[in-house]
């Protein structure tokens, strides 16, 4: 991740690498909310459940729980939250 000015953020390069490190049958899950755009953390894999039915302002995509059924592994862009 690059710093200049006080804002971090990987460039186009950085993430390629990091994406081609990872199984490359994974789909690519993003977080967000709202509008307007935030950095995002390093990707991390994590294991996630489809509930299509949830209101569009909590994702149709929800982290696994213990026991859930019909999992899935996914790549995730989880957005920086800033507490302004």
């Known amino acids: 991740m690059n ?3 006080d804002k971090f953020y990987f460039t186009a390069a950085q993430l390629i690498e990091i994406l081609k490190a ?4 994974l789909p ?3 977080s967000g ?6 950095n995002f953390y ?8 489809h509930k299509p039915d949830t209101p569009y ?8 729980q213990d026991g859930d ?6 790549v ?8 302004d």
Request: proline share 7%; glycine share 2%.
């Open 3 to 5: 710093n200049q000015n």
């Open 22 to 25: 990872m199984p490359q049958d």
């Open 28 to 30: 690519v899950l993003v």
């Open 33 to 38: 909310y709202e509008s307007d755009y935030e």
């Open 42 to 49: 390093h990707p991390v894999i994590r294991k996630m459940k």
């Open 57 to 64: 302002f909590e994702g149709e995509f929800q982290p696994a």
């Open 69 to 74: 059924k019909e999992t899935f592994d996914a």
């Open 76 to 83: 995730i862009l989880a957005r920086v939250v800033r507490d």
